[in-house]
């Protein structure tokens, strides 16, 4: 049915390669594997490893998370395929346009997490599992059911979206008890609820003509104000759990949240709604690059120059 009714908009055709890539979710990849690899310099720091004893286990890491997340992506892109096809943001996926068969995007699905599970394996058992309960939370409580269900449906993604630095932290040091991964854990969970508002709030339209209840959509944006400045708030106090380990990464996170929430209690006052929200969205994406930038500079700094 979905082939039918899209077989006379023209899609242009792509390369095998941009079908794969769209597929899979090649830019959530990317975007991805950098807090996962801040997750992973930062356990190399902490706990003084041997670079060449350990530079297998960082193989290991980049090509299971990829793996894993792309399995993820072309499970997700499969499922919504139905709503993917009213959005116009998604409307292009292959698996909407019928470039790429069901069948193939479920046989490639499972392929890459057994592939990707296993790989992560041979680093630690914990990277393994870590890595198997985000794809798990991702496709099943998130996909499958909240995300058309409750308008918590981004706080119950969020917890697979937080996986990536576990993931590299557990690769080199099977173990992820220490306050501080805890805290880049629960910054990156909540970093996902202001982010995605904003996303909802600037395609409010195609998210309730899909039926999709995010929060702006159902509840409004006055409620989003309030619900993204308490996260924002409990963003901020998690940032002293990173103190654990650097005063100075701890700052950085501290800054760069606190500003995120003038931001936000500015431009509810001061900004529209679609405002608000694009310099949000901005403020997100500076956030995250900035604050994994600089993880992963201070601890290659450290692993090279002080220890």
Same mark, same amino acid.
């Given at each position: 049915?979905?082939?039918?009714?899209?077989?006379?908009?023209?899609?242009?055709?792509?390369?095998?390669?941009?079908?794969?890539?769209? %597929?899979?979710?090649?830019?959530?990849?990317?975007?991805? &594997?950098? #807090?996962?690899?801040?997750? &992973?310099?930062?356990?190399?720091?902490?706990?003084?490893?041997?670079?060449?004893?350990?530079?297998?286990?960082?193989?290991?890491?980049?090509?299971?998370?990829?793996?894993?997340?792309?399995?993820?992506?072309?499970?997700?892109?499969?499922?919504?395929?139905?709503?993917?096809?009213?959005?116009?943001?998604?409307?292009?996926?292959?698996?909407? %346009?019928?470039?790429?068969?069901?069948?193939?995007?479920?046989? &490639?699905?499972?392929?890459?997490?057994?592939?990707?599970?296993?790989?992560?394996?041979?680093?630690?058992?914990?990277?393994?599992?870590?890595?198997?309960?985000?794809?798990?939370?991702?496709?099943?409580?998130?996909?499958?059911?909240?995300?058309?269900?409750?308008?918590?449906?981004?706080?119950?993604?969020?917890?697979?979206?937080?996986?990536? #630095?576990?993931?590299?932290?557990?690769?080199?040091?099977?173990?992820?008890?220490?306050?501080?991964?805890?805290?880049?854990?629960?910054?990156?969970?909540?970093?996902?609820? #202001?982010?995605?508002?904003?996303?909802?709030?600037?395609?409010?339209?195609?998210?309730?003509?899909?039926?999709?209840?995010?929060?702006?959509?159902?509840?409004?944006?006055?409620?989003?104000? %309030?619900?993204?400045?308490?996260?924002?708030?409990?963003?901020?106090?998690?940032?002293?759990?990173?103190? %654990?380990?650097?005063?100075?990464?701890?700052?950085?996170?501290?800054?760069?949240?606190?500003?995120?929430?003038?931001?936000?209690?500015?431009?509810?006052?001061?900004?529209?709604?679609?405002?608000?929200?694009?310099?949000?969205?901005?403020?997100?994406?500076?956030?995250?690059?900035?604050?994994?930038?600089?993880?992963?500079?201070?601890?290659?700094?450290?692993?090279?120059?002080?220890?």
């Amino acid at each position: 049915m979905i082939n039918e009714n899209h077989s006379t908009l023209a899609i242009p055709k792509r390369p095998l390669s941009k079908i794969i890539a769209a %597929t899979v979710k090649a830019g959530i990849i990317k975007s991805n &594997l950098i #807090p996962m690899f801040a997750g &992973l310099t930062l356990s190399i720091f902490t706990y003084h490893k041997n670079l060449i004893e350990i530079y297998p286990n960082v193989i290991y890491a980049f090509i299971g998370t990829t793996l894993v997340i792309a399995a993820a992506g072309a499970f997700n892109n499969l499922y919504d395929r139905d709503i993917d096809a009213i959005m116009k943001r998604t409307r292009n996926r292959p698996t909407v %346009t019928g470039e790429v068969s069901p069948v193939a995007v479920f046989l &490639l699905s499972i392929a890459m997490t057994i592939l990707g599970i296993g790989i992560l394996a041979l680093a630690t058992p914990l990277a393994a599992l870590l890595g198997f309960l985000g794809l798990f939370f991702y496709v099943v409580p998130y996909t499958m059911w909240s995300k058309r269900r409750t308008i918590y449906n981004t706080e119950i993604g969020s917890i697979s979206g937080a996986m990536p #630095p576990l993931i590299g932290w557990a690769a080199i040091h099977p173990d992820i008890t220490h306050p501080a991964i805890i805290g880049l854990f629960f910054v990156t969970v909540i970093w996902q609820m #202001p982010h995605f508002y904003a996303i909802a709030i600037r395609n409010h339209e195609q998210y309730e003509a899909a039926n999709v209840p995010m929060l702006p959509v159902v509840k409004g944006v006055k409620r989003t104000y %309030t619900q993204t400045n308490i996260y924002l708030v409990i963003m901020i106090a998690m940032s002293f759990l990173i103190g %654990t380990i650097s005063l100075g990464l701890m700052l950085v996170a501290l800054i760069l949240s606190i500003g995120w929430l003038i931001l936000s209690l500015y431009g509810s006052k001061k900004m529209d709604a679609h405002k608000w929200a694009k310099s949000m969205f901005i403020y997100s994406l500076l956030h995250m690059t900035i604050l994994f930038s600089t993880v992963i500079i201070y601890s290659l700094m450290g692993i090279f120059f002080f220890q």
